[in-house]
Nanobody
């Protein structure tokens, strides 16, 4: 059974940094994709960053380019999201997702964590 468990959320002031982690069990990073999504109150879920394990291809949402960095540690089966220069509009529940298909990390991804809250105050 695949489980994704996020951690690292919290409350920070604008301009601060956080690093989110997503520990995977029952799932290996060797193929497919993993991604971070977020959902703010009253808004639709948005994909923040995605990495294709097969070739290392990474894409970011325009809203986080240059501030967020997605990475993975295959030995630890852990996905990370380093978030710098945080803004109040980054406040949301952040989820990690995984899919065994390289381009499957969209709203229909196969596996999801339960989320970790990030709150950024002005």
């Amino acid at each position: 059974q695949v489980q994704l468990v996020e951690s690292g959320g919290g409350s920070v002031q604008a301009g601060g940094s956080l690093r989110l982690s997503c520990a995977a069990s029952g799932y290996t990073f060797s193929r497919g994709c993993m991604a971070w999504f977020r959902q703010a109150a009253g808004k639709e879920r948005e994909r923040v960053a995605r990495i294709i394990t097969d070739n290392g291809s990474i894409v970011y949402a325009d809203s986080v380019k240059g501030r967020f960095t997605i990475s993975q540690d295959n030995a630890k089966n852990t996905l990370y999201l380093q978030m710098n220069s945080l803004k109040p509009e980054d406040t949301a529940l952040y989820f990690c997702a995984a899919d065994r298909r390289p381009y499957g990390c969209n709203s229909g991804a196969q596996y999801w964590g339960q989320g970790t809250q990030v709150t950024v105050s002005a």
